[in-house]
C-alpha cells in the first residue's frame, strides 16, 4: 500500500497464522513488514483502519 499523496509512505501487510503455542488451531492474522501482530483476519476493515492511519500524511 501506497499514500499517493505522500509516496516515500509505502508499506508492506501480510496475512497468516500466528505460529502455534499451543495444541490447538492457530489464529490468523494481519502482520506489519517488521513482523508486529496487527488485526485479526476477521475484522478487514479494522487492520485497513491502522495501515490508512500509519500512511495519512500529516494534515491529513
Do not use: F
Not at 33 to 45: I, K, L, N, Y
Amino acid at each position: 500500500m501506497i499514500n499517493p499523496n505522500a509516496t516515500s509512505l509505502a508499506e508492506n501487510v501480510t496475512c497468516r497464522a500466528q505460529p502455534a503455542t499451543a495444541p490447538r488451531t492457530p489464529d490468523v492474522y494481519y502482520w506489519w513488514s517488521w513482523g508486529e501482530r496487527m488485526h485479526t483476519v476477521e475484522d478487514p476493515a479494522g487492520a485497513a483502519t491502522k495501515v490508512a492511519r500509519v500512511l495519512a500524511a500529516v494534515g491529513e
